[in-house]
């Protein structure tokens, strides 16, 4: 047998307990507030507020998930389509319980379990957006980086690479040679310059040399 929540068990055993906290989260959802008894209301709030999670999801599972507990098909359409949706920025605290005055005869304290339907307070509501506007902000400029470090790879690439340059340092500029470090000999460069001073005239009579 599983062991019983800390507290009093509603009912004569299990089952009952269930069908009781059924009822009451049927009664909660359809008028959005119950008085009843302050037992009842604690082990009411995880109940239904377990229920009202299902309800923001707003799938077709969650949906199966509360019709194995309330039965009513108009409350089940009422909690997926009104109260979900008003619960969605909530995190947390979707009911509420108010302590009342004993109940007349056995005295038995009373209290109220009402829906909070009001919307996020201002301050809370600011806090989100501009989470969710740094968010925004850091994600763009984490894009922008990626889209420039790709830009300029892209310009590197197509960008042709001068010879002699730090990319290509064995080629040579358009137009240098080699320099062997061997320098040739004047005379053996143009053998016609070995005569100093003359120049050679031919004649009819053979070759003479002119007279400074």
Do not use: C, W
């Amino acid at each position: 047998m599983p062991t019983p929540t800390k507290g009093p068990r509603l009912g004569g055993g299990p089952a009952h307990e269930k069908l009781i906290l059924a009822n009451l989260a049927t009664s909660l959802f359809e008028h959005r507030s119950i008085t009843t008894t302050e037992a009842k209301a604690r082990r009411l709030r995880p109940f239904a507020e377990k229920l009202i999670t299902f309800a923001k999801k707003g799938d077709l599972a969650s949906r199966r998930q509360v019709m194995k507990t309330v039965r009513d098909k108009s409350v089940v359409h009422f909690l997926f389509t009104e109260i979900g949706p008003a619960m969605a920025e909530r995190q947390g605290g979707y009911t509420r319980i108010v302590k009342i005055g004993p109940r007349k005869g056995d005295n038995a304290p009373m209290a109220v379990i009402q829906l909070v339907m009001e919307p996020v307070s201002a301050k809370q509501a600011t806090v989100r957006e501009a989470e969710r506007a740094a968010a925004g902000a850091a994600a763009a400029s984490t894009a922008a980086a990626v889209a420039a470090d790709a830009e300029a790879g892209a310009a590197a690439a197509e960008e042709p690479v001068e010879p002699g340059s730090v990319d290509q340092p064995d080629t040579l500029p358009e137009g240098d040679t080699a320099d062997t470090g061997v320098e040739l000999d004047a005379a053996e460069a143009d053998p016609a310059d070995e005569t100093t001073g003359t120049t050679p005239v031919t004649g009819t009579e053979g070759t003479t040399e002119d007279k400074a």
